[in-house]
């Protein structure tokens, strides 16, 4: 999960996300009440959680590690075929804006011709 969440694809994708929550938290009063509702109830949930699951996590210790081992190999591998894990989403979504208009322009020429 540490992994995953260190791409830069998901990292500056998490970031967007938190800016426009807090965002949105400030500018509208009546939204804030009920993100700090949830975010309570969310926190009393997994702290009431955490302390059933650790018995169970302990003893699955040994198997979550070898899942977790095969599983950061895999995103490895996916990593370094797949280039787009390391890019920031903002830069994601320019090249793909500018490989659309590219390909539409094409489209208008070859129509035009």
Excluded: W
Aim: hydrophobic fraction near 35%.
């Amino acid at each position: 999960v540490n992994q995953v969440a260190n791409t830069t694809l998901v990292s500056s994708a998490c970031d967007m996300v938190s800016t426009a929550y807090a965002s949105t938290k400030e500018s509208h009063p009546y939204i804030r009440s009920v993100c700090d509702a949830a975010e309570k109830g969310v926190k009393s949930v997994t702290e009431a959680t955490a302390s059933c699951v650790q018995p169970v996590l302990t003893t699955l210790e040994p198997h979550v590690a070898a899942a977790s081992d095969y599983a950061s190999k895999g995103l490895d591998k996916l990593e370094k075929k797949l280039p787009l894990f390391q890019k920031p989403v903002e830069q994601i979504i320019s090249d793909t804006k500018e490989l659309v208009s590219s390909r539409v322009a094409d489209a208008k020429d070859a129509v035009s011709s």
